[in-house]
């Protein structure tokens, strides 16, 4: 049943056009960018602070995925500034004590 | 003769003797400021370093000796036989050592590079990310606009402007918006009875490495959402919905106006629809009205495809859960809505293919669109609608004006809190007396009982 057999007539009605808004308020329907932002930080201060270098690890890989799930609307200073902090992390951990990393377990 | 003191031989000096490079550092102050301030023209400043360096040097040069024995012992002498001699031997003694440079490799690299196999290891992680991130975007781009391409024909034959991103003076087309890697959405509008169209194509994370393999475990589908906004006249006073059973139940759960409006949940097979189907329906002729021959061949032949339909004039989306801070004081507000949810055959691993096979799906949208428009209910049915939709408002102000009640009573309490504090805050005296008097008045006037002054004329 294409468009054209339809019995009125053409329904497109120029007159009618409405601008898209953005839905107002962003239901929070996805929260792991953030869960991952969190954790990441919390990795990363702790990898800094107590020198446990998967901590610092993790930082890094936490900051990626919150990179990769982040709403194209979020703004990228924060993305930024996470991949910093765990790469500075990661890089402070080594630079003060150059011994390959000891796994948690 | 210049003696500059080769920066890479001091470093030496401080990585032999940890506490030497702390007095190293004064005295070099020192010397340095007593240089600068003591000599002005060139020559002499020269010849002077020159002297200070010698002397300087010698001494620390015996001094390193000594250190470097006590500290290498495990380290056999033939290895440190050329350093003695080629340091002196650089400030121009007698004997020529062979002129070897032992560069210092500082301890901590000595380790060999397979202890750092953990480090390997999370950098090869890395890349992996890196690399299945790329790979997911572009599959999930490619999905996303084969999805506007099969459809583009379709929709500009109905719509006046398809894939407008609300940006810009003028109406664009044709732009398919990136929410986030995963979710695309185009929005079409112009169109005889309704507002605007927005399509919503939610794909599955294949950019995110943890999620492709959580689905590994348990496989989820790409969703494509159509939500058709309907304006004021455009449709009558019902509430229906029909998919299958389970996300009909949540719905029936979750949503504010099925929950309302709609008292129970009955199976499709009596409409004809196949078995795993279930009906959401504020009335009897509502059903038969809308699951017509066309709605069940569709719904027999594409099953797999449809997830749920559900149109409402009182749609105001999920329910606010319970958690929410401060409940809701007013009615939320409604509007009349179509939504559709499909599935894009396939189970996660759909191609192009897939998303081209979705069009009946999409004509099946514009023919309930249709109908909705043109549906209207019987005398009794609408008056019945009108009804519910009284008793629903009214259970909601009732609910609600316990709460609207505290929140007057608590912002009398906070403008009389601040009149204290004003009146506190007074400093001269009698205009505190008055405001008090006042204040006294009022408050003995409201303790007043409330008689009826009865102006009697003595005869």
New interface residues.
């Given amino acids: 049943?294409?468009?054209?057999a339809?019995s009125?007539a053409d329904?497109?009605?120029?007159?009618?056009?409405?601008?898209?808004?953005?839905p107002s308020q962003e239901?929070l329907d996805?929260p792991t960018p953030d869960y991952m932002n969190l954790l990441g930080m919390i990795f990363s201060m702790c990898g800094l602070m107590m020198k446990m270098k998967?901590c610092a690890?993790a930082a890094?890989?936490c900051a990626?995925?919150s990179f990769?799930?982040?709403?194209?609307?979020e703004d990228t200073k924060q993305m930024l500034s996470s991949f910093m902090l765990s790469i500075s992390a990661v890089v402070m951990s080594y630079l003060q004590n150059?011994?390959?990393?000891q796994?948690p377990w | 003769l210049v003696a500059i003191v080769e920066p890479q031989d001091e470093f030496a000096e401080f990585e032999d003797n940890e506490f030497a490079e702390f007095e190293h550092v004064i005295e070099d102050e020192e010397e340095g400021d007593f240089l600068s301030i003591e000599t002005e023209d060139e020559e002499e400043e020269v010849l002077w370093e020159d002297v200070l360096d010698a002397e300087f040097d010698d001494g620390e040069a015996d001094v390193q000796v000594e250190d470097d024995e006590d500290e290498f012992e495990q380290f056999d002498d033939e290895e440190f036989e050329g350093f003695d001699s080629e340091r002196t031997g650089r400030k121009g003694r007698s004997q020529d050592p062979p002129d070897l440079k032992i560069t210092n490799v500082p301890y901590h690299l000595r380790t060999s590079w397979e202890n750092f196999y953990l480090e390997i290891l999370m950098i090869g992680g890395l890349l992996a990310y890196a690399m299945n991130y790329v790979a997911g975007k572009t599959k999930n781009h490619k999905l996303a606009s084969a999805w506007l391409t099969a459809h583009k024909d379709l929709l500009e034959a109905n719509f006046t402007s398809v894939g407008d991103d609300g940006q810009g003076a003028e109406v664009q087309s044709g732009i398919l918006m990136k929410e986030s890697e995963h979710i695309y959405s185009i929005w079409c509008s112009g169109r005889v009875c309704c507002e605007g169209m927005l399509v919503e194509i939610k794909l599955l994370k294949r950019q995110d490495l943890v999620s492709v393999i959580s689905r590994m475990m348990r496989p989820s589908a790409d969703l494509v959402t159509v939500t058709v906004d309907l304006g004021v006249a455009d449709m009558d006073s019902f509430v229906f919905a029909v998919g299958n059973k389970k996300t009909i139940g949540r719905l029936h759960k979750d949503m504010n106006d099925l929950s309302l409006f709609v008292p129970d949940k009955r199976p499709g097979e009596k409409y004809g629809l196949p078995s795993g189907m279930a009906i959401l329906s504020e009335s009897g002729e509502v059903t038969n009205a809308m699951i017509d021959n066309k709605m069940v061949r569709v719904l027999n032949n594409y099953a797999e495809m449809f997830d749920f339909l559900h149109i409402s004039d009182q749609f105001s989306g999920p329910k606010v859960k319970d958690g929410d801070p401060q409940p809701a004081t007013k009615m939320p507000d409604t509007k009349k809505t179509i939504i559709f949810a499909f599935n894009v055959p396939g189970q996660g691993r759909s191609s192009v293919k897939d998303v081209f096979s979705m069009e009946p799906m999409m004509k099946l949208v514009f023919h309930v669109l249709d109908k909705v428009s043109r549906f209207r209910l019987s005398k009794e049915a609408k008056t019945k609608a009108d009804k519910t939709r009284l008793k629903v408002e009214e259970s909601f102000l009732k609910m609600t004006h316990a709460q609207r009640q505290e929140a007057a009573q608590a912002r009398r309490e906070e403008r009389r809190r601040a009149e204290k504090d004003r009146m506190m805050a007074e400093e001269d005296p009698d205009r505190q007396r008055k405001m008090e008097e006042r204040e006294y008045r009022r408050d003995m006037k409201k303790k007043q009982p409330k008689v009826k002054q009865l102006k009697v004329k003595m005869g």
């Fill in positions: 049943m294409s468009a054209a339809n009125s329904p497109r009605r120029p007159n009618k056009v409405v601008r898209y808004k953005p239901r996805d998967w690890w890094v890989y990626f995925i990769t799930n982040s709403r194209s609307s150059p011994q390959p990393m796994p």
